[in-house]
């Protein structure tokens, strides 16, 4: 069946504008996670949807990033007033259940001129 | 905090010899460790986890990880490498907490494989 799929797969934009990144989960998964990974470095948590719940955003970096999911559908991911600092593949993953194995989408490099 | 560090930014072995991807943990509680695979241009994939059962857990393609709580450690293992195993590799722990989905990664270790 199709995998965690995202949107666009390669981003460049100027600094101080607005982007947003797309995530289509796999059907019937209920959680669904993003991750940042800076150049160089592991994978960072940012955000968590669990159903109807209320999204644990513990990781998120600062208030230009936020995040929504349309029930247990799809995931945008915003990042306002883009800084350099922001470059990084951000990646997507959903699971079953909280408990249940990540499967990961390919990735939305953003590159913040 | 829970952290992991890889050994080893990248690791060369000839086709046919074993791999050994090293691994190390951090964790105020009995972690969930995990191994994922990138391949090229390829999304994340599990290889094997660690969830408190069995310390010795096999996984896909051959590979297997021991975790050894006193040296607080969970490498990988593969007996012989095959040219499809080049990749890059990260060693993975679950939390802040037990049970926790989320996940801290380490940076990778990228394995090349010479024929």
């Known amino acids: 069946g199709a995998g965690v799929s995202q949107s666009p797969s390669n981003k460049v934009t100027e600094k101080g504008k607005d982007v947003e990144l797309r995530c289509d989960p796999i059907?019937?998964?209920?959680?669904l996670y993003w991750y940042r990974q800076r150049l160089g470095q592991g994978l960072e948590f940012l955000i968590y949807?669990?159903?109807?719940?209320?999204?644990?955003k513990s990781g998120l970096p600062s208030d230009r990033f936020s995040a929504e999911r349309t029930g247990e559908s799809v995931s945008t991911l915003t990042i306002q007033r883009t800084q350099q600092e922001d470059s990084a593949v951000y990646l997507c993953?959903?699971?079953?259940?909280?408990?249940?194995?990540?499967?990961f989408g390919p990735g939305t490099r953003l590159t913040v001129t | 905090a829970q952290s992991v560090t890889q050994l080893d930014s990248h690791v060369s072995v000839s086709e046919g010899t074993p791999v050994l991807l090293r691994c190390n943990y951090s964790?105020?509680?009995?972690?969930?460790l995990f191994w994922y695979v990138q391949h090229p241009n390829k999304g994340l994939q599990l290889l094997l986890k660690?969830?408190?059962?069995?310390?010795l857990v096999k996984g896909i393609n051959g590979f297997e990880a021991e975790f050894k709580k006193s040296e607080t450690s969970f490498h990988l293992t593969k007996p012989s490498a095959h040219m499809s195993d080049a990749a890059e590799y990260f060693c993975?722990?679950?939390?802040?907490?037990?049970?926790?989905?989320?996940?801290?990664f380490g940076k990778g270790t990228k394995l090349s494989v010479i024929p």
């Open positions: 993975v722990v679950n939390g802040p907490g037990a049970g926790s989905y989320q996940l801290t």
């Open positions: 993953a959903s699971s079953l259940n909280i408990d249940r194995e990540q499967y």
């Open positions: 964790s105020s509680y009995s972690p969930s």
């Open positions: 660690y969830t408190s059962a069995a310390t």
């Open positions: 949807f669990q159903g109807n719940s209320a999204p644990d």
């Open positions: 059907s019937g998964h209920t959680a």
